[in-house]
């Protein structure tokens, strides 16, 4: 076997535990809180949720498993760390075009991501103040915006929405917080982010959680979430959701598991950590929604609200429920620690990959991507209001009424992320050294090996390749 020579510099996690959390944190985010809710509301709950756990299972984590491989294999930036592993197996190094688009694709992603966070950031604003003023009435556990009434809560969001300045101005806040985090490294700033936010965030998940089962109508979640409607589960549109929503929860799609792979130790058990971070990941998605649905039903609000139910729905039935304001805020908080957790991973990848080439400062660089990224981001700060009638890709089929928010969250999440995943999966199963990818799974005298093979070699490209297809063009399949 080649083995690989760390790069000069090369920063590494303090603990097998550290790089775990890390990994969790970066997967954990608006992707479990916003939009896997969002998404099984609005294709059906419980088959979206069977199909969900089906692709983490099945194609989810031994990607995972591949990226992370890479990564540690490489010890580099994304980009290096695949085309390395490429020129070790006598591969042209184009097949480091999975990480550059990978890079590209979180690179977008995180210019809307910061958007969405900003709107977290909103929230605890205004829940915030409403807690001021529960407690200075003396009424501490009151309902959420109790001297609102209902439709002026819900009236929160599309007034956000129609205000860019209040927009601009949260997600500068939540940019300039990632960018310092990134700056300031992977061990003094992402390790440190993510030992100390991610557990208060399983802390206020529980709480807020318990909270739902006892104050809410949480049989009705149950059965939402977990009664399959077989006929609905093999829509494509629900198959094509699932896979997108799968590679967006896990951080997959060659970027942010590759360079945090990059700093795990030779003494991480990859295919035992990849497990691990898949099954994090999913149980916070069921937990949150069994934490988000028991509310909205309790009140009698429906599930399929989509993208506004995290921020029109939830904050109205916290209006009516006991402690509503405490526990609005809590929720708010916990969002936006799962937020940051992850758009840290995000930037880490094109900042490791810019440190690299241009031998700059890594706070050098952080910034000069933060500034960016904002800046990218604006445009999806205008198409909610100013531009709010730009349909930039109405050329694409599925994209005919997409503004540019869409447009960034539809090009990354149902084609760029899918399409690194798959250059990921034939590269790992069919073209990487096999000795070299076998020593670094963890995996060497385990029956999971020829399984994690299969999966990867033939199940990952052809499922993959098949969901790419038939999101991109449905008509052929009508
Ligand atoms: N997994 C993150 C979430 O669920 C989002 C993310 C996607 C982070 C891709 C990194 C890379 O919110």
Redesign the pocket.
Same mark, same amino acid.
């Given at each position: 076997m080649v083995a690989s020579i760390p790069a000069p510099g090369q920063a590494h996690w303090s603990s097998k535990a550290a790089f775990v959390l890390a990994a969790v944190g @970066? +997967?954990? /985010?608006?992707? $479990?809180l916003w939009?896997f809710p969002a998404e099984a509301g609005a294709n059906g709950g419980g088959a979206f949720v069977l199909i969900y756990i089906i692709c983490v299972a099945l194609i989810g984590a031994p990607l995972l498993l591949a990226e992370t491989l890479i990564g540690r294999h490489g010890q580099r930036s994304t980009v290096a760390s695949a085309a390395l592993m490429a020129r070790q197996s006598n591969a042209s190094s184009a097949w480091a075009s999975l990480a550059v688009v990978g890079m590209i694709a $979180?690179y977008l992603?995180l210019t809307f991501?910061s958007v969405v966070a900003g709107w977290v950031l909103y929230f605890i604003w205004t829940s915030g103040s409403d807690v001021l003023r529960t407690m200075a009435a003396g009424q501490p556990f009151a309902g959420a915006y109790a001297n609102l009434s209902v439709e002026q809560v819900r009236q929160q969001m599309p007034d956000l929405f129609s205000d860019p300045v209040k927009m601009s101005i949260a997600h500068f806040v939540f940019a300039a917080t990632t960018t310092f985090v990134v700056a300031r490294g992977v061990k003094g700033g992402i390790e440190v982010a993510a030992t100390w936010l991610m557990p208060a965030f399983f802390v206020l998940l529980l709480g807020i959680t318990i909270y739902a089962g006892i104050s809410g109508d949480f049989s009705a979640a149950v059965a939402f979430l977990f009664t399959p409607d077989f006929a609905r589960a093999l829509e494509p549109q629900v198959l094509n959701s699932a896979l997108g929503q799968a590679f967006? @929860?896990?951080?997959? /799609?060659g /970027? +942010?598991m590759i360079a945090y792979g990059a700093y795990a130790s030779r003494d991480t058990n990859l295919g035992q950590t990849s497990g691990m971070i898949s099954a994090a990941d999913t149980g916070v998605a069921i937990i949150a929604g069994l934490a988000i649905f028991p509310i909205v039903f309790s009140v009698g609000l429906t599930p399929d609200a989509g993208p506004t139910l995290m921020f029109q729905t939830l904050p109205a039935a916290f209006h009516s429920m006991p402690a509503g304001a405490l526990v609005a805020l809590a929720f708010f908080v916990l969002a936006l620690f +799962? +937020?940051l957790t @992850?758009s840290v991973?995000?930037l880490e990848i094109s900042t490791a990959y810019f440190v690299e080439r241009l031998r700059l400062s890594r706070g050098v660089v952080a910034s000069l991507l933060g500034a960016s990224f904002f800046l990218i981001g604006m445009v999806s700060v205008l198409s909610f209001n100013v531009w709010a009638d730009h349909r930039p890709l109405a050329f694409l089929p599925g994209f005919e009424n997409a503004n540019w928010f869409d447009a960034f969250d539809g090009v990354t999440g149902r084609i760029l992320?899918p399409l690194s995943g798959l250059i990921t999966a034939v590269f790992i199963g069919w073209i990487a050294d096999r000795k070299l990818v076998d020593d670094e799974t963890g995996l060497q005298r385990s029956p999971l090996l020829p399984l994690w093979r299969f999966l990867i070699a033939w199940l990952c490209p052809i499922a993959v390749f098949l969901i790419l297809l038939f999101g991109l063009f449905p008509q052929l399949i009508r």
């Amino acid at each position: 076997m080649v083995a690989s020579i760390p790069a000069p510099g090369q920063a590494h996690w303090s603990s097998k535990a550290a790089f775990v959390l890390a990994a969790v944190g @970066s +997967a954990v /985010g608006l992707g $479990n809180l916003w939009r896997f809710p969002a998404e099984a509301g609005a294709n059906g709950g419980g088959a979206f949720v069977l199909i969900y756990i089906i692709c983490v299972a099945l194609i989810g984590a031994p990607l995972l498993l591949a990226e992370t491989l890479i990564g540690r294999h490489g010890q580099r930036s994304t980009v290096a760390s695949a085309a390395l592993m490429a020129r070790q197996s006598n591969a042209s190094s184009a097949w480091a075009s999975l990480a550059v688009v990978g890079m590209i694709a $979180n690179y977008l992603i995180l210019t809307f991501y910061s958007v969405v966070a900003g709107w977290v950031l909103y929230f605890i604003w205004t829940s915030g103040s409403d807690v001021l003023r529960t407690m200075a009435a003396g009424q501490p556990f009151a309902g959420a915006y109790a001297n609102l009434s209902v439709e002026q809560v819900r009236q929160q969001m599309p007034d956000l929405f129609s205000d860019p300045v209040k927009m601009s101005i949260a997600h500068f806040v939540f940019a300039a917080t990632t960018t310092f985090v990134v700056a300031r490294g992977v061990k003094g700033g992402i390790e440190v982010a993510a030992t100390w936010l991610m557990p208060a965030f399983f802390v206020l998940l529980l709480g807020i959680t318990i909270y739902a089962g006892i104050s809410g109508d949480f049989s009705a979640a149950v059965a939402f979430l977990f009664t399959p409607d077989f006929a609905r589960a093999l829509e494509p549109q629900v198959l094509n959701s699932a896979l997108g929503q799968a590679f967006f @929860s896990l951080s997959l /799609g060659g /970027g +942010a598991m590759i360079a945090y792979g990059a700093y795990a130790s030779r003494d991480t058990n990859l295919g035992q950590t990849s497990g691990m971070i898949s099954a994090a990941d999913t149980g916070v998605a069921i937990i949150a929604g069994l934490a988000i649905f028991p509310i909205v039903f309790s009140v009698g609000l429906t599930p399929d609200a989509g993208p506004t139910l995290m921020f029109q729905t939830l904050p109205a039935a916290f209006h009516s429920m006991p402690a509503g304001a405490l526990v609005a805020l809590a929720f708010f908080v916990l969002a936006l620690f +799962a +937020a940051l957790t @992850s758009s840290v991973s995000l930037l880490e990848i094109s900042t490791a990959y810019f440190v690299e080439r241009l031998r700059l400062s890594r706070g050098v660089v952080a910034s000069l991507l933060g500034a960016s990224f904002f800046l990218i981001g604006m445009v999806s700060v205008l198409s909610f209001n100013v531009w709010a009638d730009h349909r930039p890709l109405a050329f694409l089929p599925g994209f005919e009424n997409a503004n540019w928010f869409d447009a960034f969250d539809g090009v990354t999440g149902r084609i760029l992320l899918p399409l690194s995943g798959l250059i990921t999966a034939v590269f790992i199963g069919w073209i990487a050294d096999r000795k070299l990818v076998d020593d670094e799974t963890g995996l060497q005298r385990s029956p999971l090996l020829p399984l994690w093979r299969f999966l990867i070699a033939w199940l990952c490209p052809i499922a993959v390749f098949l969901i790419l297809l038939f999101g991109l063009f449905p008509q052929l399949i009508r």
